[in-house]
Structure formats: C-alpha cells, structure tokens
C-alpha cells in the first residue's frame, strides 16, 4: 500500500503593527494567521493536523496574498469584517469550535462581547468555559476577531498572542491609530 503524498503547507511572514504574523495556507485555503515573538519558532504553532507537513514560503499563493490584502486594510483602520475576506478558508475545527468560530465574525467592529453571550449564541449557555477554549483555539485570530471577546465584567482577558496584542487590536478598531 503506498504512502499518501505529503501534506504541503504554505506561509509567508509580514510585519504588522502588533508584530510579526506568519499567514499558512493548506492547497485549500488559508489555515493559520500566527503571532510571533522574535527567537520563539513558530512552526511548533502549527495547527495540530498539519503537524509534519512540509512548510513552504509563498509569496505568490493566492489565499496569502488575500489575507495580506485584507490584513493591510484592516491596520490601516478599514472596517472590516471575515465577510471582506475574498480569500479561502481551510480551518478545521470541531463543529462546536466552528460554531463559536461562526459567532466570532458575527462581533461587530470595535464592539466587544463576553464568553458567557457567546455560549448563549451558539444555543448552550452553560458553555462558557468551552466557548473560552474554542476561542483559545481560534487558527485565524483577527479575521476571526476573538480578540473582541473579553471577560464578562469588562477585563481583558487570556489571548494567545499576548494580552498586549488584545489591547492594541480593540485600540485601533475604537478610533486609534497603531501607527
């Protein structure tokens, strides 16, 4: 029995004003959009089912340079929601996760919502700390905006790209500029 070919990944790096991104691409669509920290090796931040795949910079693949495109405009201070995003998606998840993913675009622009108003969205409002875990495991932060989710009496609260990330993100999307 032979061998199924190699999962080939695709990525390029760009520089944002809350740092370093690496955008990875399946031949589906776009799979990741990671934070990065200089000397921390991103590629063991790889989403778990691609693990082993062979990784391959980019700078032409059509679903990077879309999420590049959509990126650029969204630092530069564009209102924009997944919905502008003219790229494909290859995210996976479990059916709960793309639930509370689903709910994550539906979070207005520069508005902010709380884990307990999102279990009650996706029909489960005892949910709240599994709605915590799938936003933690959120493979498009930004796009998919769980940034806009914070702790139910107003704190920020964990974000896998650093709580600074939260602050400067909602920041801009509430009239400043990262510039």
Request: charged share 25%.
């Given at each position: 029995?032979?061998?199924?070919?190699?999962?080939?990944?695709?990525?390029?790096i760009?520089?944002?004003?809350?740092?370093?991104?690496?955008?990875?691409?399946?031949?589906?669509?776009?799979?990741?959009?990671?934070?990065?920290?200089?000397?921390?090796?991103?590629?063991?931040?790889?989403?778990?089912?691609?693990?082993?795949?062979?990784?391959?910079?980019?700078?032409?693949?059509?679903?990077?340079?879309?999420?590049?495109r959509?990126?650029?405009?969204?630092?530069?201070g564009?209102?924009?929601?997944?919905?502008?995003?003219?790229?494909?998606?290859?995210?996976?998840?479990?059916?709960?996760?793309?639930?509370?993913?689903?709910?994550?675009?539906?979070?207005?622009?520069?508005?902010?919502?709380?884990?307990?108003?999102?279990?009650?969205?996706?029909?489960?409002?005892?949910?709240?700390?599994?709605?915590?875990?799938?936003?933690?495991?959120?493979?498009?932060?930004?796009?998919?905006?769980?940034?806009?989710?914070?702790?139910?009496?107003?704190?920020?609260?964990?974000?896998?790209?650093?709580?600074?990330r939260?602050?400067?993100?909602?920041?801009?999307?509430?009239?400043?500029?990262?510039?």
């Amino acid at each position: 029995m032979s061998q199924p070919d190699p999962i080939e990944l695709y990525y390029e790096i760009v520089d944002s004003p809350v740092g370093q991104l690496v955008l990875i691409a399946s031949t589906e669509g776009l799979t990741a959009i990671l934070f990065t920290d200089e000397g921390r090796d991103w590629r063991k931040d790889v989403p778990a089912r691609f693990r082993g795949a062979e990784l391959q910079r980019d700078i032409h693949n059509a679903d990077l340079l879309a999420t590049h495109r959509w990126l650029d405009r969204y630092f530069e201070g564009e209102t924009l929601g997944a919905s502008d995003f003219d790229g494909r998606i290859d995210a996976g998840g479990s059916d709960f996760q793309r639930r509370v993913w689903t709910e994550l675009t539906a979070i207005p622009y520069g508005r902010t919502t709380h884990y307990g108003e999102i279990a009650q969205r996706v029909g489960d409002p005892g949910s709240s700390r599994a709605v915590g875990m799938a936003n933690g495991q959120n493979p498009l932060p930004i796009l998919w905006p769980c940034h806009r989710v914070i702790g139910k009496s107003g704190k920020l609260t964990g974000f896998g790209g650093g709580l600074w990330r939260k602050e400067k993100l909602l920041a801009l999307e509430q009239g400043g500029r990262l510039f």
